[in-house]
């Protein structure tokens, strides 16, 4: 190129001043030198990135962007990401859940409510089962159940408690039957024997139905009495169906409710608890005149000499060997010492 070219600026003082102009309108450079361009490859200014190309004129053109724009941008660019849209928290299915419970308890509060205190499920009717020895008027009188009570504020406990202090009564349940019936389940104790009770210093005899767990449960009056008449027939039945405790000392004094003390009447049940179906069924009455000498007497005649209420089985067993081996011949046996057992004929 020859020296004295039109565009050298050590010959050329205009063109000198144009270079000069240029450079103060460019802009500066940035604090970091620059990276040396590779071998082969011409070095250019990369395109700032995202902003506009700067005019002919050396400025560069300014251009407006929203803020919310620029946020994404940024959080995109720190994510190395495309920009998305952050999501609301959604509310679980548990809690929607959570809150229709809640909903549905207070409408059917409310509702209880409004019908505990109205008239619609009202008590027409009592139902009772499973008393056999208690009237109908007996069994009203024990639930007391206050009239125009509705099954929704009926007390149940309180009728339980009031039908279970009958002796008659072993346990009650009280369930309600809508829409109007009130049901009361009663279980009943059952006669185990009548004890020929000594009064009147043993001028008399009462008779008095005893359970087999030893409640007093009523002293048996006559058929043809005023009270006879107004009891339960099936007390009468289950009376004449049991064997007899008799020769009780004097001095027993039972009391409907409560149980025997009696040493030598509860001896005559336990043994009668404990015989098989068997010998059972054969006993017609039980002398208790103490608990060592307790007679058995068959409805055959055959009296035995039992004793206490140990080694039941034992004894039973013994007894019926003896009848079985000596048939219509026996008249006694005497097992109150069960390895030691004796028997008489007739």
């Known amino acids: 190129m020859a020296r004295g070219g039109a565009n050298n600026p050590r010959y050329n003082k205009g063109a000198a001043r144009r270079i000069v102009a240029a ?21 250019s200014s990369p395109a700032p990135r995202g902003g506009s190309r700067p005019s002919r004129s050396g400025r560069a053109s300014v251009s407006s962007v929203r803020l919310g724009d620029l946020d ?7 994510r190395g990401g495309t920009p998305r849209t952050i999501a609301r928290p959604k509310r679980s299915r548990g809690f929607r859940i959570v809150v229709a419970l809640i909903v549905a308890a207070v409408l059917l509060g409310g509702t209880y409510g409004c019908l505990y205190f109205s008239p619609t499920f009202t008590i027409e009717s009592v139902k009772v089962t499973g008393a056999d020895h208690l009237t109908n008027e007996e069994m009203a009188i024990l639930a007391a159940v206050p009239q125009g009570t509705t099954l929704l504020n009926v007390d149940t406990g309180a009728i339980e408690d009031s039908v279970v202090r009958d002796a008659w009564v072993e346990s009650v349940r009280v369930s309600r039957l809508f829409p109007n019936t009130l049901e009361i389940a009663v ?25 087999s767990d030893g409640m007093w449960l009523m002293e048996i009056p006559a058929r043809d009495s005023e009270l006879g008449q107004s009891i339960s027939p099936q007390i009468f039945e289950d009376a ?15 009391e409907v409710g409560t149980y025997c ?13 404990g015989l098989s179906t068997e010998l059972a069924e054969q006993v017609k009455t039980v002398s208790a005149t103490d608990a060592a000498s307790t007679l058995l007497t068959l409805d055959n005649g055959i009296e035995i000499a039992f004793g206490t209420a140990e080694d039941i089985r034992d004894k039973e ?12 011949t026996v008249a006694y046996i005497n097992v109150r010492v069960v390895d030691r057992p004796t028997w008489r004929a007739v």
């Open 317 to 328: 067993r013994i007894c019926l060997t003896i009848m079985a081996e000596h048939p219509g």
């Open 72 to 78: 994404q941008g940024r959080g995109s660019a720190r």
């Open 261 to 273: 003390t009696d040493g030598n009447v509860s001896n005559a049940l336990a043994i009668l608890d």
């Open 240 to 254: 004449d169906a049991v064997l007899h405790i008799k020769d009780v000392p004097f001095g027993l004094t039972p």
């Open 23 to 43: 450079s103060d309108r460019a802009p500066r450079a940035a604090s970091r030198p620059a990276r040396p361009a590779r071998a082969g490859r011409a070095a």
């Open 187 to 211: 279980t009943e104790r059952k006669i185990a024997a009548v004890v020929d009770v000594a009064a009147d210093n043993a001028k008399t005899t009462q008779m008095w139905a005893i359970a």
